[in-house]
C-alpha cells in the first residue's frame, strides 16, 4: 500500500523555531513535483517561499492560513502519484501510513497530527475529513474568538457537539494536539513590537495561553538594557552598514522597523552564541589579485551581459574549493563533537534593502562551476533583496563566505555563524604597494581572514586552507 | 525629460524599490545618491540592455555613472 507523505514546517535557518503560514500556494488535488513552492511562510527573519522535496497529490492542508506553529509540524499531507484520482486514492490510505520525509518531522508529533486524523471519520466521498465545504455551521461567538485566538477556522473542524457542532473543548484539543502555542492577539502585537518569537514565552494565561502581561515580563529590560522597540546594535563585523537603504536615525517609525528588529534579534542571539561557545582564532593574508583583476575584465569583455562574472563569484567558487580540500573547516559542532560535512554547502551574507542580512545558502558549491556559482549568487541576491527567499536557501550552510569589499572595508574578522565552525572574510581589492623581489609596485591587492573554532581547526589548519584558497585565485581560468 | 532617463529611472525603482525617482538627480553620480553594490549594478545593466538592446561594457562604465550619462550612451549606441 502506497503512503502518504507528511509535509513539515522546515527548519529554515539554525535559529528558527516556528513559522507563520502566510499563504498556501496549492490546494487540495493539486499535483506538485519536487521543487515546487508550496507556501509562503513567514519566520523572524524573512519571509520564504517553501518548496517540497517530493512529488505527489495534495491531500489535505492540516494548518490554516495565519497559524504559527513549531519546526517540524505536518503544515500538510500529500498522496502519492499514480495509484488512481487523488480522491478515491484517499480513502484508501489509512492515515497511521504517515511516513515522516523530508523536511524532518518529529516523531510526536507526527502521532498526535496522526491521532487528530483518527478523530474525524473519513468521509466515504473521499473529501478530506475535517473540510466540509457545504455544511453552514453554528459557532458560538466565544468559539469563534478562542478559534480565532488558537489561528483556527471553526468552519474546518470537525466538532464533537451534537450536529458535528464545534465546542470550545474541540478547539482546546485542535490547539494542543498541532503543538501550536496559543497566543492572545495582544501578546502577538507586544511580541511583535518587541522583536520576540511569542511562542518561545511562557504563557500563564488559561490553558497555557501567552498573555500581553506574559510577553511584558518575558521582555522587561533590565539595568543598560535597550526598552522595547529601540534597534539592538550588534557586532559590527556581522551587521555592517546596510548597502541597500541609509536607516534614518532614531528609527522610522515602529512599523517599519519592526521586521528590521526581529531581523536583528535574531542575528544578536545567533552572535551571542557564538561569542560564547566558539572559542575563535583568526587568521588574515594579503593576496595581490593582478592574475584574477585581469582575467575579470578580459573574460567579460567577451562574454554577452547575461554572463559576465562578479568578483564575488569567483570568491565563492574558490572558498567552495578550498572547503573541499579542508574537512575540518567545513561542518558543524554539535553536541560536544565535529560532524564533518559531506559536501560545501556554502553560506553567503547578503544585505536585505531596508536593513538587516540574510545568509542563504549555495547547496554543494564546490561540485558548480564558477558560471553556476555567478548565476546562483544573482538570483539569491535578487530574491533576498525582493524578501521573497525559498526554502531551499535556508539550507544550514557548512562555512559561510563574508564579502565586506563593496562597503570599501579592507578586511573583516568574522564571526563564526554556529554551528558552522569557519568563516572567510573578503575586504574590498584596494591598489597597495607591493614589494616582490626587491621592488616595490602598485598592485590590486585582497585581504583574506579565516575565522575558525580552535575546538575543531587550528592555525596550522587554518593556514594551509588560506595557502590553498590563495593559489586558488591565482589561478581564475581553472576555476 | 529624455525618454531614456525615464525608462532608467524606472528600472532603477524596480530594481530597488526604496528609490523615489523624482528625487534622483539624473546629472549627478548615481553613486552618490543611491547604494548600488556591483550585483545591482550588473542587473540595472542589463534591465537596461533588455530595454534597449544595448550592453554597456564593463571598460564603459566610468562613461555612464550618472542616469543622463548612461541614456545618453545608450541613444547615441541605438542610434548608431
Known amino acids: ?479 | 525629460m529624455n525618454p531614456t532617463c525615464d525608462l532608467i529611472l524606472r528600472l532603477l525603482a524596480d530594481l530597488a524599490p526604496e528609490i523615489d525617482p523624482a528625487a534622483v538627480d539624473v546629472e549627478l553620480p548615481l553613486r552618490d545618491q543611491v547604494d548600488l553594490d556591483s550585483m545591482d549594478t550588473l542587473t540595472l545593466m542589463e534591465a537596461v540592455a533588455e530595454h534597449t538592446g544595448v550592453e554597456v561594457p564593463e571598460r564603459d562604465y566610468p562613461l555612464v555613472g550618472s542616469v543622463a550619462a548612461l541614456a545618453r550612451y545608450t541613444d547615441a549606441r541605438r542610434a548608431g
Open chain 1, 1 to 479: 500500500m502506497a503512503d502518504r507523505t507528511a509535509f513539515a514546517m522546515p527548519s529554515l535557518g539554525a535559529d528558527m523555531v516556528a513559522g507563520t503560514v502566510l499563504a498556501w500556494h496549492v490546494q487540495p488535488g493539486d499535483r506538485v513535483q519536487p521543487g515546487d513552492l508550496v507556501a509562503l511562510v513567514d519566520t523572524d527573519k524573512s519571509e520564504i517561499e517553501i518548496e517540497t522535496f517530493d512529488a505527489g497529490i495534495v491531500s489535505e492542508l492540516v494548518v490554516p492560513e495565519g497559524m504559527q506553529v513549531p519546526v517540524g509540524t505536518v503544515i500538510a499531507y500529500f498522496d502519492p502519484v499514480g495509484t488512481g484520482s487523488p480522491r478515491d486514492d484517499r480513502s484508501a490510505v489509512p492515515d497511521a501510513e504517515a511516513e515522516p520525509t523530508r523536511p524532518a518531522i518529529l516523531p510526536d508529533q507526527a502521532d498526535q497530527a496522526d491521532q487528530a486524523d483518527a478523530a474525524g471519520p473519513a468521509d466515504p466521498a473521499g473529501e478530506p475529513a475535517r473540510v466540509p465545504h457545504h455544511e453552514p455551521r453554528v459557532v458560538s461567538p466565544l468559539v469563534r474568538r478562542l478559534a480565532e485566538e488558537a489561528h483556527l477556522d471553526p468552519e474546518r473542524l470537525e466538532g464533537t457537539g451534537p450536529g458535528k457542532q464545534v465546542r470550545r473543548a474541540d478547539i482546546e484539543a485542535r490547539g494542543a494536539t498541532r503543538g501550536a502555542t496559543r497566543v492572545s492577539p495582544r501578546a502577538r502585537r507586544l511580541a511583535r513590537l518587541a522583536g520576540l518569537d511569542p511562542t518561545a514565552v511562557v504563557g500563564t494565561g488559561p490553558a497555557g495561553t501567552v498573555t500581553g502581561v506574559d510577553v511584558l515580563a518575558h521582555n522587561r529590560p533590565g539595568p543598560g538594557q535597550a526598552p522595547v522597540g529601540t534597534t539592538t546594535p550588534a557586532p559590527a563585523t556581522t551587521q555592517p552598514a546596510e548597502p541597500g537603504v541609509a536607516r534614518a536615525p532614531g528609527g522610522t517609525g515602529r512599523r517599519d522597523g519592526t521586521a528590521d528588529d526581529r531581523s536583528r534579534r535574531a542575528t544578536a542571539i545567533l552572535m551571542e552564541r557564538s561569542w560564547r561557545e566558539i572559542p575563535h582564532y583568526h587568521l588574515a593574508t594579503r593576496l595581490d589579485v593582478s592574475t584574477m583583476v585581469r582575467w575579470l575584465a578580459d573574460t567579460n569583455e567577451t562574454r554577452p551581459i547575461g554572463e559576465r562574472i562578479l568578483a564575488a563569484a569567483v570568491l565563492l567558487r574558490a572558498t567552495a574549493l578550498a572547503a573541499a580540500r579542508h574537512p575540518r573547516l567545513n561542518g558543524w559542532w554539535i553536541d560536544g563533537a565535529f560532524r564533518p560535512a559531506n559536501q560545501v554547502d556554502l553560506g553567503t551574507v547578503v544585505a536585505r534593502r531596508g536593513g538587516g542580512l540574510l545568509a542563504p545558502t549555495i547547496t554543494d558549491a564546490a561540485s558548480r562551476d564558477l558560471g553556476e556559482v555567478m548565476h546562483t549568487l544573482h538570483d539569491l541576491v535578487q530574491r533576498v533583496r525582493r524578501g521573497r527567499l525559498r526554502g531551499g536557501d535556508l539550507t544550514p550552510a557548512s562555512i559561510t563566505v563574508t564579502n565586506l569589499g563593496e562597503l570599501g572595508v579592507d578586511e573583516v574578522h568574522g564571526v563564526i555563524h554556529p554551528p558552522q565552525v569557519a568563516l572567510v572574510g573578503f575586504g574590498a581589492v584596494h591598489e597597495e604597494a607591493w614589494a616582490d623581489g626587491g621592488m616595490v609596485a602598485a598592485r590590486p591587492v585582497l585581504h583574506v581572514s579565516l575565522a575558525g573554532d580552535h575546538r575543531v581547526s587550528d592555525g596550522l589548519a587554518g593556514a594551509a586552507f588560506l595557502t590553498d584558497l590563495a593559489e586558488l585565485l591565482e589561478h581564475p581560468e581553472q576555476l
